[in-house]
Nanobody
């Protein structure tokens, strides 16, 4: 069972940036897809971004051009660079790992709050 631990969340003003990091307890080289999901209050959990072991990526329409996902298999890390943050980006962000269509592993989540 792979453990995923997120860090980097916090409070940021609209237009600001945050970088989320996810550390895996073991090698992510064999995990095809790593990703980030988020869940805002009273809303369903949604995919933010995902990246395959070959570097293919997919982003939610709402974050395209603002967020960038990256993975470092040597360090067993997955990052999410978030720029031009908006209040509607406020949510708990979860790191995930699994196949392209469905995560098998979930982190505990990190809170991101975008507010002035």
């Amino acid at each position: 069972q792979v453990e995923l631990v997120e860090s980097g969340g916090g409070l940021v003003q609209p237009g600001g940036s945050l970088r989320l990091s996810c550390a895996a307890s073991e090698s992510i080289s064999s995990i095809y897809t790593m990703g980030w999901y988020r869940q805002a209050p009273m809303k369903q959990r949604e995919l933010v971004a995902k990246i395959s072991s070959f570097g293919s990526t997919e982003y939610a329409d709402s974050v395209k051009g603002r967020f960038t996902i990256s993975r470092d298999s040597a360090k067993n890390m997955v990052d999410l660079q978030m720029n031009s943050l908006k209040p509607e980006d406020t949510a708990v962000y979860y790191c995930t790992g699994g196949n392209w269509w469905k995560p098998d592993y979930w982190g505990q989540g990190t809170q991101v709050t975008v507010s002035s």
